[in-house]
């Protein structure tokens, strides 16, 4: 099972780590559940504060650790203390393409997800920066996540918080729990309240909120009155346009999309066989329809196709640019 803050005084030392997505677990485990790595003992990487970076690897060294000057990513303490918490702070950079190259004059875009599993699983935030790279954009990415993580726990967490002083960023995504913006309940007593207390510090930090309309669950949420997948998505998206509306912010509407995938496709492939979490080509679309939210431009021609081949990457960049862009004003964009 994932750490929780409870599973070890400082998140680190006699764990495990996935190299892959760098996600920390308790003993027990052999190979990354999210991913199928096979993990790497906690203890091997503890004195060097990992950093997930854009296809490769930046390391924070600990105090007194040799430096290496050239791509040397900083991440205050509170970083650490954010994965002893359980949210992971992943912060991307890289000197070729990224914002800290001092000789390109290009408008760079900072974006921060905050959110759970449905961002980190195959590591939305670095997928949207490939594909917005091969577009021609220079960007860089963050990520604070944690499983199951709701708007809440984020808004009360100190490590969100340092997240979103950690760079200047000009958008930050926030992601709700799954299950959560499908209920009216729900919605009115932990989303809303979180989101406007989110929102408001995200706009402090000098950058805009766009909310992540995500996609619903194979089966809907019976339990909760939502029989089926059609249901449960219509409800998620009534949720998120809500709150949307109220605080002047954009959404990403990703669930739309993946909706759209489903009306073309017998098998679409999107969801994982847990009926829950995205597929690697329900992640493409997911960035696809980043892409055309943030830079309103039709990701179509993109040569960034992940693992997919060249057709169904294409389709899927035909979806959402259809979603996103034939219609704008419905998703506050500008």
């Not at 050239?70 to 991440?75: E, K, S, T, W």
């Not at 958008?171 to 959560?180: A, G, K, P, R, T």
């Not at 693992?307 to 998703?331: N, T």
Request: net charge negative; with cysteine.
């Amino acid at each position: 099972m994932a750490l929780d803050c409870g599973d070890s005084e400082i998140g680190f030392v006699t764990d495990l780590v996935c190299r892959q997505c760098w996600t920390w677990y308790s003993t027990g485990e052999t190979h990354c559940p999210r991913c199928g790595v096979r993990l790497t003992a906690g203890e091997e990487v503890t004195d060097q504060r990992v950093a997930r970076v854009h296809g490769s690897t930046h390391v924070v060294s600990a105090p007194g650790a040799i430096r290496h000057p050239r791509h040397r990513l900083l991440i205050p303490l509170a970083a650490v203390a954010a994965v002893a918490m359980g949210i992971l702070l992943v912060v991307g950079l890289s000197a070729q393409v990224g914002c800290g190259n001092p000789g390109d004059s290009a408008p760079c875009t900072r974006v921060l997800f905050i959110g759970n599993s449905y961002t980190s699983v195959n590591d939305l935030p670095t997928t949207f920066a490939k594909l917005a790279r091969s577009g021609g954009h220079r960007v860089e990415t963050g990520m604070a996540t944690a499983d199951g993580a709701s708007l809440a726990d984020h808004a009360a967490s100190s490590a969100t918080a340092a997240a979103l002083t950690s760079a200047k960023w000009n958008v930050v995504v926030l992601q709700e729990q799954s299950q959560i913006p499908a209920v009216d309940q729900l919605r009115q007593a932990q989303m809303y309240p979180a989101a406007r207390t989110l929102a408001a510090m995200v706009r402090h930090a000098g950058a805009q909120p766009m909310f992540f309309i995500t996609w619903a669950h194979r089966a809907g949420w019976p339990q909760n009155g939502l029989i089926d997948y059609n249901s449960m998505q219509s409800a998620i998206d009534q949720g998120y346009l809500t709150i949307a509306e109220e605080q002047h912010a954009a959404v990403v509407p990703v669930g739309y999309a993946w909706q759209a995938v489903l009306g073309q496709e017998a098998r679409p492939g999107l969801w994982l066989d847990d009926g829950s979490h995205p597929t690697e080509k329900g992640t493409y679309l997911a960035a696809c329809v980043f892409y055309a939210a943030i830079f309103r431009k039709n990701p179509k021609g993109v040569t960034y196709h992940s693992d997919l081949s060249d057709a169904e990457a294409s389709k899927l960049q035909e979806v959402a640019a259809a979603i996103v862009l034939g219609d704008p004003v419905k998703w506050g964009l500008p």
